[in-house]
């Protein structure tokens, strides 16, 4: 099971600013995983976080790059289930190139809560819905809140002249 050794994630995020961002296909699974950032969220202290909802998968990362100038860390959730042709790994591989792009060109956060599963009984087991083994969403959601705070714990870094 993947989320084997996983750490507990905990975090104030009072006064952050923080969105989620989630993709539409996939209606159950997707509903799991708004969740369960959401209830982290809560749990973390986060006051309001809008939810912006993106037709697919493939659109998380350009959504993302427009909520991140206004907030302090956002929560990207998607599922992509494997299917007979390339697609998958295009999608796969694009969205984690594109919301690895954000996060390090802007500074800000964001929890990767994106699934890439083999089959729809895989996205369940991940989408934090009652029998299942993992919270992704939620786990995606503290992610991005723990480290939005460490980050602002952080010196600014200057570059010397």
Do not use: N
């Not at 959730?77 to 690895?100: K, N």
């Not at 990767?112 to 089959?119: I, R, Y």
């Amino acid at each position: 099971m993947s989320g084997k050794g996983a750490p507990v994630v905990t975090a104030d995020g009072q006064g952050l600013k923080v969105a989620i961002v989630a993709a539409s296909w996939h209606t159950e699974v997707m509903d799991g995983l708004v969740a369960g950032a959401q209830r982290a969220l809560k749990e973390a202290g986060v006051a309001d976080a809008p939810l912006v909802r993106v037709p697919g998968t493939v659109e998380l990362s350009v959504a993302c790059a427009r909520l991140a100038p206004t907030h302090d860390a956002l929560v990207a959730l998607g599922v992509v289930i494997r299917g007979g042709t390339p697609h998958f790994d295009y999608v796969c591989s694009g969205v984690t190139h594109g919301l690895t792009d954000v996060s390090t060109r802007t500074g800000v956060p964001v929890g990767f809560g994106v699934l890439t599963c083999d089959d729809e009984a895989q996205a369940l087991d991940r989408a934090g819905l009652p029998g299942s083994s993992e919270d992704k969403g939620h786990e995606a959601a503290m992610a991005a809140v723990a480290t939005a705070v460490t980050l602002a714990s952080l010196a600014p870094r200057t570059l010397d002249a």
